[in-house]
């Protein structure tokens, strides 16, 4: 596509940008940091910003875990539980729902997957949906780099709302996600749906559960290029038949990990599959089995499980396995099946290379050889 010859092949960071360090250059702690996270820089943020999204597509950037970037045909970009955070030490008495399903006084969520934007270099935003309050979804990074640089609105859920009021967000800039409402913004419109998260409704002090509505929400985004629904970190529920009878939709996002005995927080594969026939989705990306090393299992094992569980019980359903920082169009890319990086081939030139220029100087050395005999 042309428009992506306007997009800079620098990330503006480090050796990539020319204000590298020098061999006789002091390094300390700080310039090690600055040089090397994110470790994308601000490449996948050029991109985004300078890709023109073909009219009647929507994009989508996977950026790890659970979070991702949507742009529309208008341009208009949105964060969904944009996650900029390390690792996580959670534990029962600061109200974790894992922590309480199995008994853990505490838990470890050691990160995998890289940063690969710079939530500081978007420069401009024009929403930030959040689906549930846990760390790595209403993320303190996150929201503070929209917070400072741009004036996007922050969409989130009931009890998410009350942790962006605690991280010093004005009430002018919180819009609460209330399960039935919606919002129209540049190039689409997004409906406020149910949400099965079940540990996201025990994340409360106390033994009382919350209600969905209150915990968690779903962000249906309406576009020109379908409709694609974010489901945070949901469970399996056959309510969803509801959003099935409601809405045509075209792409499900949703967690699949591993779960250890004594305690569920991601859906399995089967899980996955399920939920995908139940909202009648006729494309299915999985997320969040990538980024914590507790609930990750093998990666490659999850993944490959739930297409062929897919293609036994939905076979005339998509199941797009993406990689961590990939762009994806919908519908343009709905059958690529495994998400491949660019090989950078578009930047080889034979013609020009050391080899050929070596081959043309040996063949002419032939040529006058031979004519010499």
């Known amino acids: 596509m042309a428009t992506e010859n306007k997009i800079p092949k620098y990330d ?6 020319g204000t590298y360090v020098t061999a006789n250059q002091d390094v300390d702690r700080h310039q090690w940091l600055e040089d090397c996270y994110p470790e994308w820089g601000t490449f996948l943020n050029n991109e985004i910003e300078n890709f023109e999204v073909p009219k009647g597509q929507v994009g989508l950037w996977w950026c790890g875990g659970p979070s991702w970037v949507l742009k529309t045909d208008e341009g208009g970009i949105y964060w969904i539980d944009q996650y900029c955070g390390p690792s996580l030490y959670t534990e029962a008495v600061g109200n974790c729902g894992v922590c309480k399903q199995s008994g853990a006084k505490s838990i470890n969520w050691l990160r995998l997957n890289p940063q690969v934007i710079d939530p500081w270099q978007f420069k401009h935003l024009d929403g930030a949906f959040i689906t549930h309050m846990h760390q790595d979804h209403c993320d303190l990074y996150a929201v503070k780099a929209a917070l400072k640089t741009t004036d996007a ?6 009890m998410a709302c009350k942790k962006l009021k605690g991280f010093e967000v004005p009430d002018s800039r919180i819009h609460m996600a209330k399960v039935g409402e919606s919002v129209q913004l540049k ?5 406020f749906c149910i949400c099965f998260d079940d540990t996201a409704i025990r994340t409360t002090d106390g033994d009382e559960m919350l209600p969905y509505e209150e915990a ?12 694609i629904l974010f489901l945070g970190d949901t469970w399996y529920n056959d309510g969803y038949l509801e959003i099935a009878n409601k809405y045509n939709v075209d792409v499900a996002i949703f967690d699949m990990g591993f779960n250890a005995p004594g305690a569920t927080d991601k859906m399995t594969p089967y899980d996955c599959a399920r939920l995908g ?36 019980i939905i076979p005339d359903t998509k199941v797009v396995i993406m990689a961590c920082g990939g762009r994806f169009l919908y519908p ?19 013609d020009q290379s050391e080899m050929c220029r070596k081959l043309q100087a040996q063949h002419q050395r032939f040529v006058e050889k031979m004519k010499g005999e």
């Open 153 to 158: 609105p922050f969409y989130a859920s009931p």
């Open 332 to 350: 343009q890319d709905q059958n690529i099946g495994r998400y491949r990086y660019p090989d950078g081939s578009e930047d080889y030139h034979y």
């Open 277 to 312: 026939q139940t909202l009648k989705a006729k494309c299915l990306i999985p997320d969040h089995y990538d980024n914590w090393a507790n609930c990750a299992g093998d990666p490659s094992m999850l993944t490959r499980e739930l297409e062929y569980i897919a293609h036994d």
């Open 187 to 191: 190039g689409c419109t997004v409906d």
């Open 12 to 17: 503006g960071r480090g050796i990539i940008s």
């Open 216 to 227: 968690c929400v779903s962000f249906l985004f309406k576009t020109s290029g379908g409709n």
